[in-house]
């Protein structure tokens, strides 16, 4: 049977280029309310240029980007902002201020965007440190905790206004094994929580198997998406070499 969930995001005929440049071209995918999503490929095929593009940090050469009925990519600004207000974003190597302790970085964005009082604020900053359970370290620096918490101290930041649409920037990058499926299995609760819809850039198989639901994957030789589905149906049935190749590191055991 069809899955008749409502598509959250919706890229249609996107072409990402710099300048001349073309990264890749004609990307049409969906993205389905609740999901969690993969963005993959080889290094250098730009999983994180199309993960800029969703979160309007970088603008389209050509196509557009939807958040259910609201044009994102030519909404005016203060519309895109609206959109952003119920994003959670976490990029590459945490991004946490090294200066600010855990409670603090997890308030910045209660304090930009609520009108919360401070106290109230550090309040629900210890309930997102203590969902990603980090229950008592309110008050360490990231450089006193392990890189794995300091992911996970990215992820109480990026859930601190409850968002709609979790993106996370490669997350468990730089974690060992164990960590990484820990990581893994906070991402499955948080988004069950909140209710979220999860776009995850990422090149790491187990993680991939695990907790996705559907992936696109970004062809660097023909510069365009090659292969959109669950990623272990495209594990399983690839539609061509190259998927199979990245999919099972070219014949590693790359199954759960």
């Not at 990029?91 to 401070?118: I, K, R």
């Not at 997350?171 to 893994?184: E, Y």
Request: net charge negative; with cysteine.
């Amino acid at each position: 049977m069809a899955d008749a969930r409502e598509a959250h995001i919706d890229v249609k005929d996107l072409t990402m280029a710099f300048g001349d440049f073309v990264v890749m071209r004609d990307l049409t995918f969906s993205v389905r309310r609740g999901d969690i999503f993969f963005i993959i490929g080889g290094s250098g095929c730009g999983k994180s240029t199309l993960f800029r593009h969703l979160i309007g940090l970088n603008e389209p050469a050509k196509g557009s980007v939807w958040y259910g009925a609201v044009n994102f990519t030519a909404a005016p600004e203060e519309e895109r902002d609206e959109l952003r207000s119920h994003f959670g974003i976490t990029f590459q190597g945490s991004a946490l201020w090294s200066a600010m302790t855990l409670a603090e970085n997890v308030s910045l964005p209660l304090g930009q965007f609520t009108d919360l009082s401070p106290t109230e604020i550090r309040q629900v900053a210890g309930v997102k440190l203590a969902l990603v359970g980090l229950r008592g370290f309110e008050d360490y620096y990231p450089s006193e905790i392990s890189g794995g918490m300091q992911k996970r101290a990215a992820l109480a930041r990026a859930i601190a206004l409850d968002p709609e649409v979790l993106f996370f920037d490669e997350p468990s990058a730089g974690l060992d094994p164990i960590s990484s499926r820990l990581l893994d299995d906070l991402i499955l609760s948080l988004r069950d929580s909140l209710g979220a819809t999860v776009v995850m850039v990422s090149h790491e198989l187990p993680s991939i198997f695990a907790i996705g639901d559907d992936c696109i994957f970004l062809d660097t030789e023909v510069r365009t998406m090659t292969a959109y589905g669950n990623p272990r149906e495209l594990r399983d049935h690839p539609p061509n070499g190259r998927v199979h190749h990245f999919l099972t590191r070219g014949g590693e055991d790359a199954h759960p």
